[in-house]
């Protein structure tokens, strides 16, 4: 069954094949996050095959590019996942020299991690390859389309975050910025599909294929 047959079983009644209610659309939704999370994990680890990242430090250059330097729990908030495989991401950008730590003034014993001239050229050469090809492949798609698809998924995001948080231990650090987007997922292994490569050189911009 293709995306588009299971989009239109989804929005039929199961009983008098009718428009089906908003919740089960919503479930719709729900069933093809997590399918599209490991798709879109495996497309962009294939770009960056060469290049010494893995998809989950190509999210953390994503995140200090957008918002500047940050603590690791600051950044592992603003991604949605614990600590621990940030750390990991941030140890290894640093060997790859993508990433540097900075004195914090806000908070001594945390410090900073910004980018290095060497990690934006890195995440803006793949950038604008993956920018090049969404434009090509998703062409049908029109902007309101794509609003309508941040709205959604925004919202979706706000309400599972209060139903997670329920049960999730207190921040390190009481600042924390703005929810974004990212490949990983909420618990502390690796098996989200995001896990540390091995140690290779660097190559600027994206990989080639």
Partial sequence: MSVDEGCADDAKDTDGGGPAPTEDLLYGVIRRLWP????????????LADSG????????????????????????????????????????????????????????RSSLIRLTTEGTEAIRGVQEFETTELRQRLADLSAEDVRT???????????????????RTAPEETDSP???????????????????????????????R
Wanted: aromatic content about 2%; glycine content about 8%; charged content about 25%.
């Fill in 53 to 108: 990242m893995t998809a989950g430090e190509h999210a953390l250059l994503d995140a200090l590019r957008t918002e500047g330097p940050r603590t690791v729990p600051q950044l592992a908030r603003g991604m949605g996942l614990d600590r621990q495989p940030v750390q990991r991401w941030v140890n290894h950008a640093l060997e790859l020299g993508l990433v540097v730590t900075a004195p914090n003034p806000a908070h001594r």
């Fill in 149 to 167: 698809a941040l709205h959604v998924l925004d919202r979706l995001g706000e309400e599972f975050r209060h139903l997670a948080n329920d049960s």
């Fill in 36 to 47: 599209l999370h490991r798709t879109v994990v495996r497309a962009v680890e294939r770009e």
């Fill in 178 to 208: 703005g929810s974004r987007r990212s490949y990983g997922s909420s618990d502390n292994s690796d098996d989200d599909g995001i896990t540390p490569a091995s140690l290779h050189p660097v190559h600027k911009g994206r990989s080639r």
